[in-house]
């Protein structure tokens, strides 16, 4: 195995109840060097026990193509000579049911708007390319079943 991928998920009960299930889903995800996020339940999932202002599942799956997309696309534009002065990836994700009737984050849609500056300018199918390749090398895209598409966005210079 090439690399290997650590993340904590913790979750306490405290003081509350437990089997009438009206317990809070707030837990605490840790990464690398003790990174602590905030992780809770889908509120549209559990409405009235989630705590909306932390992260949940579906929102962190979406997040994870969008983000390895976005760092191949820098590393992609960085090697061809195009300077990138910001990326910004308004990702969404839609749930659908599968086969089964089981619901599953079934399309991942990406559109990064983009803000190139310096004298090396892009054209939109360079931009295509970059992202074509981005996506062909993904790990993330590449390891789920989710259909990923990028909606390419005209370039923006500065």
Not at 97 to 103: P, Q, R, V
Not at 146 to 153: A, C, F, G
Request: glycine share 4%; net charge negative; aromatic share 10%.
């Amino acid at each position: 195995m090439a690399h290997a991928y650590r993340a904590t998920v913790l979750w306490r009960r405290d003081r509350q109840d437990f089997t009438d299930n009206r317990y809070s889903r707030g837990h605490v995800w840790r990464f690398d060097e003790g990174l602590e996020v905030p992780a809770s339940s889908s509120p549209f999932v559990v409405p009235r026990h989630s705590v909306e202002a932390a992260i949940d599942p579906e929102e962190a799956f979406v997040a994870s193509p969008s983000s390895c997309h976005m760092l191949f696309f820098l590393s992609f534009a960085a090697r061809a000579g195009f300077t990138i002065d910001s990326y910004e990836d308004q990702a969404r994700g839609e749930m659908a049911k599968n086969d089964a009737g089981k619901l599953y984050v079934a399309r991942v849609t990406l559109r990064p708007v983009i803000v190139f500056s310096g004298d090396k300018r892009p054209a939109e199918a360079d931009i295509a390319a970059l992202h074509h390749r981005s996506h062909e090398e993904c790990f993330i895209a590449n390891s789920v079943r989710t259909e990923v598409v990028t909606e390419i966005m005209p370039p923006q210079f500065a």
